[in-house]
């Protein structure tokens, strides 16, 4: 209608009926026009604010259900979310309409393919103090990371650094659990947990808690790099004592986590060089851990620690 007031009053009657169930429910029993009609309507020819967020939060009602998600992907909703997606008055009630899609395999690839990770990680960035647009950006790219494209995407350009910032200074055990399974499901691809590892090397604890013994391979890499004769540049001290600090923790945390530390590439040899070089605080930290493995795997380490501290 040309009328923006018969726009507004018509998309929030469509927002009231679709939030009932039988409502929601019509809008999939019809010949599927009305949800296509939705999705046309979008955005509004005067870029009203009240029409595209009543015909959004229908959107969000309607795609709640399996078929109601399929009747959205055919008339093409990801694509009008793509061209909303600068709209910050609109983030809410977009993000709920995909991570409703991305809830099913059909969904998840389109949004993958259009490039929604990004999208939906800079939303992500901008929610500092918007607990439930956080929940709902974490909860959709939680989705989109069940695909391997999803996995990779997730692990790209700025994306693990909003992740890592949340993870760090959020206060909600809703958005701080799945934002962690967020990171865990990504890092299946072991290029994508290196990349995870060190964002977040300067914090063992959290490091420990989201990866345990599967960080190991990745502190490592640091560590030998550590030993490395600095050619500019003052050497990343505080980083190398916090993967120190994460590897005792681990040599004592559990016997397989003890293994993981033993059994990682030259680890005794990475460990043995470390108590040589370096500040104090890293050098007493080595010698802690290389203590620590040598007690508990006996005669192997201590031959392993001989070798490489014989060594010219």
């Not at 999939?28 to 955005?43: F, H, I, K, M, R």
């Amino acid at each position: 209608d040309a009328s923006v007031q018969v726009r507004r009053s018509t998309a929030h009657a469509l927002k009231c009926f679709t939030s009932a169930a039988d409502g929601a429910q019509y809008f999939c029993t019809d010949t599927g026009e009305t949800v296509a009609s939705l999705v046309d309507a979008l955005p509004d020819p005067a870029q009203d604010r009240s029409v595209n967020t009543s015909i959004l939060e229908a959107l969000a009602h309607v795609s709640r259900t399996r078929d109601g998600a399929s009747r959205c992907q055919r008339a093409s909703c990801h694509l009008r979310l793509v061209e909303l997606s600068n709209s910050a008055y609109l983030h809410k009630a977009l993000t709920r309409v995909a991570w409703n899609l991305s809830s099913w395999p059909a969904g998840v690839r389109e949004n993958i393919g259009i490039g929604f990770v990004s999208i939906i990680a800079r939303i992500l960035s901008c929610a500092e103090n918007d607990m439930e647009l956080q929940r709902l950006a974490v909860g959709t790219l939680l989705s989109l990371s069940v695909e391997r494209a999803g996995k990779m995407a997730v692990g790209d350009n700025e994306i693990p650094g909003v992740l890592c910032h949340l993870l760090i200074s959020t206060c909600d055990d809703d958005v701080r659990t799945n934002v962690i399974e967020t990171i865990r499901s990504a890092s299946e691809l072991p290029a994508v947990r290196e990349r995870f590892v060190r964002e977040l090397v300067l914090h063992a604890e959290i490091v420990e808690e989201v990866f345990g013994p599967a960080a190991v391979p990745v502190i490592f890499k640091l560590l030998a790099a550590a030993c490395e004769p600095k050619t500019g540049g003052a050497p990343d001290t505080a980083a190398t004592e916090s993967a120190l600090r994460l590897v005792d923790r681990l040599c004592t945390a559990s016997p397989s986590s003890n293994r993981a530390v033993f059994g990682a590439l030259n680890s005794i040899e990475i460990l043995a060089a470390l108590t040589e070089c370096g500040q104090a605080p890293a050098r007493a930290l080595a010698a802690t851990s290389l203590a620590a493995l040598c007690a508990s795997n006996g005669p192997s380490a201590a031959r392993r620690r001989a070798a490489a501290t014989a060594r010219p």
